[in-house]
Each structure stands twice: as C-alpha cells, then as structure tokens.
T-cell receptor, first 116, second 110 residues
C-alpha cells in the first residue's frame, strides 16, 4: 500500500531558530501533498496544500512567511517553521494521495515540535 | 467552506459493548474517510467510503451521501479500540483537500 514517510518524528528547538520537516511518498508520486497542524486534544487543521513545482496554497490565517513549504519533486515536500516560538509547538502531519481515487489519503506519522 | 461535525465528542464504554459514531457534513463530498488516531498520533486509515457500506472485521461504515452523513460502527469493543476517531471529507467543488471533523474520543474500559 501507499506509504508516506515523515521526519523527524520529534524535535526540540530553541526559540528563534528554524526547523525543517520532511515528507516523502515512498512508493508513489504525489503531485499534491498537504500539511496539517494539531494542537493537544484538538482536530487536525489544514495549513496548506503543497503543489509540485509551484507555490503552496495556504489556508486563511496561516502565515506563509513563517511556514515555508517547498515541493521540489514528486516525492518530497518540506515544511520549514522559521523563527520558531513556543506557540508554534504542535504536532505537524503531512499527507498525500496516491492515484486519483479509490484509495483516499495516506498520512505520515507526524512530527512533534517543541519550541523552548 | 464545508462544515464537518462529529458526535458524540466523548464516549466511554465497557469492553464488549457496541458503539456508533456519527459524522455530518454540510455539502456534497467526493471523498470521505474514517481514521483512528492512536496514542502516538499516527492516523490509521479505517475506511475510504464516500458512499455505500463497507465492513472490515468488527468495524463497519455507512455513508448516505444524499443525506450528508456517515456512521462508523464498532462491535464487541476492545481496549485497543480506545483513541480518537476522525471523519475527514473532501468537497466535490474543491480540488483535492480534505477537512477533518472535531473527532470522537473513545475510551474502552476493561
């Protein structure tokens, strides 16, 4: 089945530094990937849609200059949290869809970011 | 945008009991999935079910697209069924993104 690999699984960084999270589709090509954020005891909120070879589409209220998304190839999308602050601490999850239908979306295992 | 509501928000049951989780959505959809999020945060895809009925072991799901709801049934609950269950839908008018409901937190007690 379709597999999405996400790294790192856990990261702790100092306030003011930047953190990069990678999302890879291992056995399929993904022209579109999605980035979600989940705060404790809350649902997953879509942050942006990552399009291969073009700019990401951000949801309303998400700062595109703070959350930089790069989708350089059909199997890799990266999310960089720039100048991280404690309020950016959250669980970040990526997803992708293999094919055009019948399989739904596959999710990475998530990255737990803690900014101290 | 589309609104997705799940009920109940919390559910506590004894092992062996059956349960029904509901997902209502406000517009027509071309994608609907049920997920189980385990304690480590991993989302386990249970069903891809934009319409119709599917069954997988003790779990089954039904989506009535014309009435804009889906149901997830869990029979003979086990403690390992505990966790949060999410319904996620994709709007028919949207390119491809899916939106998550607020989830149902299920606790199965031994």
């Amino acid at each position: 089945g379709a597999v999405v690999s996400q790294h790192p699984s856990r990261v702790i960084c100092k306030s003011g530094t930047s953190v990069k999270i990678e999302c890879r589709s291992l056995d399929f090509q993904a022209t579109t990937m999605f980035w979600y954020r989940q705060f404790p005891k809350q649902s997953l909120m879509l942050m942006a849609t990552s399009n291969e070879g073009s700019k990401a589409t951000y949801e309303q209220g998400v700062e595109k200059d703070k959350f930089l998304i790069n989708h350089a190839s059909l199997t890799l999308s990266t999310l960089t949290v720039t100048s991280a602050h404690p309020e950016d601490s959250s669980f970040y999850i990526c997803s992708a869809r293999a094919g055009t239908g019948g399989n739904g979306y596959t999710f990475g295992s998530g990255t737990r970011l803690t900014v101290v | 945008g589309i609104q997705v509501e799940q009920s109940p928000p919390d559910l506590i049951l004894q092992e062996g009991a059956n349960s029904t989780l509901r997902c209502n959505f406000s517009d027509s959809v071309n994608n609907l999935q049920w997920f189980h999020q385990n304690p480590w945060g991993q989302l386990i895809n249970l069903f891809y079910i934009p319409s119709g009925t599917k069954q997988n072991g003790r779990l089954s799901a039904t989506t009535v697209a014309t009435e804009r709801y889906s149901l997830l049934y869990i029979s003979s609950s086990q403690t390992t069924d505990s966790g949060v269950y999410f319904c996620a839908v994709g709007e028919s008018s949207s390119a491809s993104k899916i939106i998550f409901g607020s989830g149902t937190r299920l606790s199965i007690r031994p």
